[in-house]
């Protein structure tokens, strides 16, 4: 089983360029999620996708940032215009759907990130 | 604001050894509590999961929980130089939400 598969695996732009990074999530995974680490900081929650629909989007830092996942499958997630701080590891992680009820057990499989270099 | 505490490092211990990783968490109401490794420049792997008090096992690794110091640990036992990674603790469950907080990761040194 192939696991989730992020592209680029390292973007360097200037401030005020556009990247758009996308994610594959685990075939089947209805859940989808993006994270970003900045440099000596822990990972941090950006948005969650069930199929489609934005599940919860509250740790978008701004309106600079576009996370899509048209037909519920890929994932593209847009910085427009990048600025010096979006510098990062962008994770991307998929869960299964949660047949439980209970979404704080649901493993989630991360990517190995694109790291974001912002000049 | 929901914050997990982790001494980012590095532990050095000797091959054969115990390594102890050690993380604390200031939401009380934390349900789920997970342990992660991660080798540099790959991504995060669950590697252990527990949500009640007390200890679980799973090969050489035994991750404790104690809720009412809020204290979550992470034992490896015989470390190998395999082992050496960065180890992050995360929980979840917090007021009823499923989205992780994250620790900022031990790095462990197991070596030779």
């Known amino acids: 089983e192939a696991g989730v598969t992020q592209f680029p695996s390292h973007s360097v732009i200037e401030k005020g360029q556009t990247v758009t990074l996308r994610c594959d999530p685990i075939?089947?995974?209805?859940?989808l999620y993006w994270y970003r680490r900045v440099m000596g900081k822990e990972i941090k929650f950006l948005l969650h996708f069930v199929k489609e629909s934005k599940q919860d989007e509250s740790g978008m830092p701004n309106n600079r940032f576009l996370a899509e996942r048209t037909g519920g499958t890929y994932s593209t997630l847009k910085v427009q215009p990048a600025e010096l701080e979006d510098s990062g590891v962008y994770f991307c992680a998929s869960s299964q759907e949660d047949l439980m009820g209970l979404s704080s057990y649901n493993e989630q499989f991360f990517g190995p990130g694109t790291r974001l270099t912002v000049l | 604001q929901k914050e997990v505490e982790q001494n980012s490092g590095p532990l050095s211990v000797p091959e054969g050894a115990i390594a102890s990783l050690n993380c604390t968490y200031s939401?009380?109401?934390?349900?789920?509590f997970f342990w992660y490794r991660q080798y540099s420049g790959k991504s995060p792997e669950l590697i252990m999961s527990?949500?009640?008090?007390g200890d679980k096992e799973d090969g050489r690794f035994t991750a404790q929980l104690n809720k009412a110091s809020q204290y979550v640990s992470l034992l490896i036992r015989d470390s190998q130089p395999s082992d050496s990674a960065t180890y992050l603790c995360a929980s979840t469950g917090g007021g009823g939400s499923y989205i992780p907080t994250f620790g900022r990761g031990t790095s462990l040194i197991v070596h030779p």
């Open positions: 075939s089947g995974h209805d859940n």
């Open positions: 527990i949500y009640s008090n």
């Open positions: 939401d009380r109401g934390s349900q789920s």
